[in-house]
């Protein structure tokens, strides 16, 4: 294992001081319990917004707080969920007044514990809603759930819910939209490579020299079908093709397209991907009418990318354009 570390069992509370310190105009890092809040928190008369799950995967979730995106992340160790009293001591720490919402990802430990956190902030009287992220549709259940993993959609979602809390829609205005576009949005990711878990010291899986696996998992779960190393322009039409059916995806629609790196991937080879995907969705007249290309949601040092594809309204469009100031994301300011 060759990595950039100090000790293996330290590495999510090392990352996290450097973060605090290389953002400190955006954001605070809060011990015992770890979270990661904006800066100004809490904004009066705000809806907030919060998310988290196990560290690993970053940007995601605590580079994508700050201004018109999550109020505060909970980050768990490498691939582990966040506990109960660090979303308790992070949704209280938003509670403005307005409610809180919680993006989560589909994984059982991650749904576990924020409805526990849920429950301890009502009885205190904050009221929580909570979204849930559901997109891959490369497997129905897997090791870490019950039903589809929630990925790629996850960053998409707190981008709009955090532009709609800006502007200052109420809770059960932000937590409609969560929901539509969770139900608007799918997913589905390869690997060329495995990735290593610090505190495992070696590959979570292993795939041959020409080997790929097609629908992974960002914690290195199985996918739907592990073969031969494919040229980049047929694997992004087999991803595509599966994703575009899945909704379905018709001629006349418009959509959000990620083009999101695993962590191990040369920024080369996701413009690629790009051009290939935005090839097959001009061929079936579906209008992509924003796009992001980049390392948004990882998976340690895996090599591999995911697409995802969110058809979207006017109203989220708009959304999307609004001004986010984050590590992990930033225009219009």
Known sequence: MKKLINDPQNVAQDFLAGLALAHADILKVCQEPVYVVRSDAPVPGKVGIVSGGGSGHEPMHVGFVGKGMLDAACPGQIFTSPTPDQIEAATRAVNAGAGVLHIVK??????????????????????????????????????????????????????????????GYDLARVETLGRKVNRNGRSMGMALTSCTVPAAGKPTFELGEHEME??????????????????????????????????PFRSGDQVIAMVNGMG?????????VYWELEQILRGLRIRVARQLVGNYITSLEMAGCSITLLKAEDEMLSLWDDPVLTPGLRWGI
């Open 106 to 167: 589909n994984y059982t430990g991650d749904i576990m514990n924020f409805e526990m956190a849920a429950e301890l902030c009502q009885a205190e009287g904050i009221e929580v809603r909570a979204v849930v992220i559901s997109d891959d549709v490369a497997v129905e259940d897997s090791l870490y759930t019950a039903g589809r993993r929630g990925v790629g959609t996850t960053v998409l979602a707190e981008k709009l819910c955090g532009a709609a809390a800006e502007r």
């Open 214 to 247: 097609m629908g992974i998992g960002i914690h290195g779960e199985p996918g739907r079908a592990r073969m031969p190393l494919l040229p980049a322009g047929e694997m992004t039409a087999r991803m595509a093709g599966a994703v575009i059916a899945d909704l």
């Open 264 to 272: 191990g991937t040369p920024l080369m080879e996701l413009y690629l």
